[in-house]
């Protein structure tokens, strides 16, 4: 009779594991996606994971469009343009995207990269995005100004010049009441810290907003 009920127990516990996952499943095939693909600004470069703007964006959902949406965060620390068109294929085939937050061009510009090159690399990926079906939502980077007026000022043209010409919407500057803000960058002067991951998703969020509960 032991042997029995055991033998009970673990069919019981293996069809309420098989059922729960199977559930998973539905409420993941129902929900719509954020995609971020970044760089080290949103891939919590020197902050815990759970500090992290994307993160904070989970917990700002509510408990309705958290089960509408789920966010995946793409971003790795040093990506760039190109980088970033390398791997968007892939990623949009992956999770087929609803939004699409494409944070890059930061680490092109710190290398000096010429600004034609970063805005049609950018280009590409607002296109790829929307050919998939996804929205994009492009954040706008500005560079330190010891690159010098000219190519500091045609680099951060680059972003609404493409917000633009495609209509979509764009966050203007990713570190708006950051960058110049004591305790809110690393020693790096690059970097946001933890303080200062609140007040990116602040900038990001009536923009994503909008997309969200449209």
Known sequence: MQVL???????????????????????????????VLGDSLSA???????????SLLRDRLTEEEL?????????????TTDGGLRRLP????????????IELGGNDGLRGFPPSVI??????????SRNAGATPL?????????????YTSRFADIYPTLAERHDIPLVPFFLEGIYNQDGMMQRDGIHP????????LDNVWPHLEALLRS
């Open 90 to 101: 892939e990623l949009l085939e992956l999770h087929s995207p609803d939004v699409v937050i």
């Open 193 to 200: 810290t933890a303080d200062a991951q609140q007040r990116l």
């Open 44 to 54: 919590a470069y020197g902050v815990q994971v759970e500090q992290a703007w994307v």
């Open 119 to 128: 805005e049609a690399n950018l280009s590409q990926l607002i296109t790829l």
């Open 5 to 35: 009920m055991d033998t009970l127990r673990t069919a019981l516990r293996s069809t309420i594991f098989l059922m729960l996952a199977l559930y998973a499943l539905v409420l993941q095939a129902n929900q719509s996606t954020v995609l």
């Open 67 to 79: 089960a509408q949406w789920r966010v995946i965060n793409a971003s790795i620390s040093g990506e």
């Open 138 to 150: 492009l954040v706008g980077i500005q560079i330190p100004p010891n690159y010098g007026p000219r």
